[in-house]
């Protein structure tokens, strides 16, 4: 199937609509991402600025392992999926909370 005359597909490969439009995502789709992506950001930052003051090997639950390396690796991934999932409990919780807000018979407080 050719798309109509002057028009070229999104780069991103989005279907388009029959009017040319970029379809829309499903709801599901908007609030996975809405959560996922930035408690990611999050994490990714809360990783940063934890690991420059701690070291993962004062945590070290096996000190006699084989790596030093390999278990400040390890530390290091656990912080940041810990620090994700935390995270991701927030947005998970905010958007919750604004989908259930009751907005029907509110009125503007100024």
């Not at 930035?38 to 934890?50: K, R």
């Not at 420059?52 to 390890?74: G, K």
């Not at 029907?104 to 100024?110: E, L, N, S």
């Amino acid at each position: 199937m050719s798309e109509p005359e002057g028009r070229t597909p999104p780069p991103d490969g989005t279907p388009l609509e029959e009017d040319g439009t970029q379809k829309a995502w499903p709801q599901r789709r908007q609030d996975v991402g809405a959560v996922l992506w930035p408690s990611f950001l999050s994490a990714a930052g809360a990783s940063v600025l934890c690991f420059a003051f701690v070291d993962p090997l004062l945590f070290d639950l096996a000190p006699e392992s084989a790596s030093p390396v390999l278990a400040r690796m390890t530390g290091y991934a656990a912080g940041f999926f810990l620090l994700w999932l935390t995270a991701a409990c927030a947005s998970l919780i905010t958007l919750y909370l604004v989908r259930t807000a009751h907005t029907a018979g509110r009125r503007d407080r100024h």
